[in-house]
Nanobody, 119 residues
Framework: QVQLVESGGGLVQAGGSLRLSCAASRSIFSVDAMSWYRQAPGKQRELVARFTTGDTTNYADSVKGRFTISRDNAKNTVYLQMNSLKLEDTDVYYC?????????????WGQGTQVTVSS
């Protein structure tokens, strides 16, 4: 199992920056994928950024060039640096970890952290 705790959300003006942190309860070195998702009320949760095997990163088109996912294996922490924030980035942001055991995927979620971008 992996417990995930997000932090760093808050209120920021459009054009500003925030850095989200996701602290894992175990080493993330062996986790198959670490991701950030976001979800607005009444909408589906959407992928924002992801680390996969070999440190390959993927980003949603809407955040490319503005958001950066990074990791500190020594601290078991994944970060999401969000720059040039827009009103439409307002959402609850969730950290996700996927562990594959015997060809079966296990997904773990944090409790979420609110990001609100104001004009």
């Amino acid at each position: 199992q992996v417990q995930l705790v997000e932090s760093g959300g808050g209120l920021v003006q459009a054009g500003g920056s925030l850095r989200l942190s996701c602290a894992a309860s175990r080493s993330i070195f062996s986790v198959d994928a670490m991701s950030w998702y976001r979800q607005a009320p009444g909408k589906q949760r959407e992928l924002v950024a992801r680390f996969t095997t070999g440190d390959t990163t993927n980003y949603a088109d809407s955040v490319k060039g503005r958001f950066t996912i990074s990791r500190d294996n020594a601290k078991n922490t994944v970060y999401l640096q969000m720059n040039s924030l827009k009103l439409e980035d307002t959402d609850v942001y969730y950290c996700n970890a996927v562990v594959v055991v015997a060809n079966r995927e296990y997904a773990y979620w944090g409790q979420g952290t609110q990001v609100t971008v104001s004009s």
